[in-house]
């Protein structure tokens, strides 16, 4: 994040014994949760004796040291009652683990979540969970990260790690337990620090949301027992070298570290495949040496691939990913495996020739549009959930993710190298990870000696855990500030050390560091409302360079979601009263209410006169607002002069329920701002430049469209037509090309101060492709750029949209059917404006809902939130899993500006 003056190792897991709690259905959390018996017992994880086998804790039994009495010792001794213990998850905060067992009411709601006691977290917390083997021959060892913030680790009533040294949310810990370990029963005890963001290297939560009560203390990655015999293979990974641009070649080379644990001297067989090719090499080790094993095109001539299966974004190609499966063996006998997946492909990301960072993936230049990740708040993890919300990304056609901080699981890259996702993962700002260098009103402690070495082995164990993934394009060493060289001398060690393959940037603002240099990026906002011809400047926020987070901040939910986060009062309030501090929007005070953005919903809408007529306005001004930031970037993005490079949108999901910076909402409905996003984002896209009424083409396919048509027409509210015209022969290049079909007159006579804009594109067997409408005023927007501060730029003047308020009722008809195969339901809807005067319906929103009215989540659109002309009809399909119908017949809720609302059935 911008700076705020005031305020504030991918392991390989061959067995996923996840249990039920923290590892919820999408569902989950969605609201309170019937209590459950709180004295159940923790699952027992049982050890397999495999040479290889890596086996994650299945869960534990939590309780605050405030109530326990016992020694450490006894706490991790087997047999240990845990009389009152709470149960926990594989990974899980304490606070997650307590909601799961029905200890608080649902924290998403109200201000449910500020009555939890925070002096209950201020204390240690033990985790304790059981293990079973049945033989002890084989070597043992504890391999964890996700550590939040410190803990002292025990086994069988011996400390075998230090707090100390176990310290920091990203470090990697492996501890050789081999010789505690006994047949039968064996404990593990983690008694965890509580955590504070502005000291220690872990997570927070800046101004995005709330912040948990427990600062999300626990472990929320898994921790896994090792088996082997006396050699280990550790740091297996595949470096590649594509050839750029022919991409007929690529040289794979295979490295990984081969370890003697025993205290004799032994030669090891290390063999097995990568890509499909044999490799196969005996490695003498003396006692406790490690040797690192290198395979190349050298020495396997078959490491040299020729017609590659190479990786790409999605939308410019698939997604094919290829093995490294080793396994190293002592006199015959396997003593260890590894396995990791890696995709093959070239990131290159220099400055261009106005020092923006212009990302080429496979040597061609890729506009980002991305948007800000947040995990959920209290950092359960949840697969389908995940999936869902990349599966949005893609749906609304964005390419990356960025994640600041709360660099996810494993899992999350493993969906996003299948799914095409790019990702920028880096640390985050504003508390102790940018505490040595932030500015004057920044949180964040000093570092003192201790942190160092702390942040150096947290970039070592993150960059082995994310090379392989193709789906990781960059690593951002900094946020708001760029590390120091001392720091950024310790990142950049440990990212040259782990073989590092992608482009390392000082900072997503406009910073430099010693080595690095220029970022090529900037942070100068918006986070707060602006118009949406704000984004057609060339400067501050607007279509220029790489912009890392930007948005018009307030991003209102839909009235479903919003009856279930919040009280009749606090909605009366909502809508009431600008000046009122909303709790679920930030806890900042720039960002505590909503009084920019109420006043400009009202200065070129109108004042609400209810709560529903100000979420309509909400989601109509959240709609022009988002397509146009994403517009504005993609008709740049080829220009010859400062084109634009990028843009993260701040931010694409809350981890939360919140007023703010999301495109979809916790319980992922959809609004204006996510249809907006969709729309902006078409494959091959007609679309309006507020700041010189252009109409624009711009194709995102690879290939050039030729023999389009492009029409604008104007109308005033009543639908009365007062400008039109059509170009033929209109002709784009692709990978993101532009270009003019035509431009809008300066006035049109009989045009009032709000109309509408009708821009439709037909391809050359005379099928429309791309339909947009604006509503938009003779009266333009207008800015004080010289008053522009870190969080947005004042609007003096507005747009005149209050006359959208006289468009007369527009009756839409409806019908719908539903056809469900392998678990995936298609509703399929067909509107039709049935009015017989001339006012088109315009907005028109369809919510597939169950048989209470409660909508149907998560769904995938074709298009939403349409525009249609007495007579006019437009075929929707809505896309979802039948079983999140819940056994119910499923409905479609249409409603819209000017169309009243009504529920069809879609069986």
Known sequence: MFPRPDRRRRLATATMALGLLCSLSTSAWAGSRDPVPAHRHAPVTRVPSAAGSITPLSGYAIQSTAKVADSAEAVSSPGYPATGWYPAGPRSTVLAALLADGRYADPFHSTDQDKIPRADFQVPWWYRADFTVTDTTERTHLDFSGVISAADVYVNGRQVGRASDVVGAYTHHELDISSLVKSGTNTVAFRIQPNEPNKNLTMGWIDWLQPPPDRNMGIVRDVLVRRGGPVALRDAHVVTKLAVPSLATADLTVKAQARNDSATAVTAEISGTVAGTAVTRSVPLAAHETKTVTFSPADVPGLRLTSPKVWWPAGMGGQPLYDLDLTASVSGTASDTAHESFGIRDVQAPLNSDGARQYRINGRKLLIKGGGWSPDEFLRWDSTYVADRLKYALDLGLNTIRLEGHIEPDEFFGLADRYGVLTLPGWECCDKWEGQVNGSGETGDEWTAADYPVAKASMAAEAARLRDHPSVISFLIGSDYAPDATIEKNYLDALKAAD???????????????????????????????????????????????????????????????????????????????????????????????????????????????????????????????????????????????????????????????????????????????????????PLHVQYSYDDRSVVVVNNRHAAAGGLTARATLFNPDGTQKYDRTVTGVTVNGDGAHGTALTLPASVNGLSSSYLLRLTLTGADGKEVSRNVYWLSTKADTLDWAKTDWYHTPTTGYADLKGLASMAQAPVSATASTESSGGTSTTTVTLRNTGSGRSPSLFTDVHLVDAQGKPVLPVRWSDNEVALWPGESVTLTATYRTADLHGSAPGVRVSGWNTPERTVPAV
Not at 516 to 531: A, F, Q, R, T, V
Not at 556 to 579: F, Q, S, V, Y
């Open 500 to 682: 590092w393959p992608n482009p390392v940037v000082s900072s997503a603002s406009d910073r430099s560091s010693p080595q690095l240099g220029s970022s090529g990026m900037k942070m100068s906002g918006p986070y707060d409302w602006i118009p949406p011809n704000y984004w057609y400047a060339k400067r501050e926020g607007g279509a220029t360079g790489f912009n890392s987070e930007t948005s018009a901040g307030p991003d209102i939910p839909t009235l479903d979601t919003l009856h279930r986060m919040m009280t009749p009062a606090e909605l009366d309030t909502l809508w009431k009263n600008p000046d009122t501090r909303q709790y679920h929007r930030s806890p900042s005070p720039v960002f505590g209410t909503l009084k920019i953005y109420d006043a400009a919903l009202t200065g070129r809408y109108g004042a609400p006169t209810g709560l529903a007529d100000y979420v309509r306005k909400a989601q109509l001004a959240q709609y022009e607002n988002v397509r146009a930031q994403y517009e504005a970037y993609a008709r740049n993005a080829t220009d010859a002069s400062k084109p634009a490079t990028g843009m993260i949108y701040w931010m694409f999901n809350s981890g939360w329920t919140s007023l703010h910076w999301q495109l979809t909402d916790r319980y992922l409905d959809q609004g204006g701002a996510y249809f907006g996003a969709k729309k902006a984002n078409e």
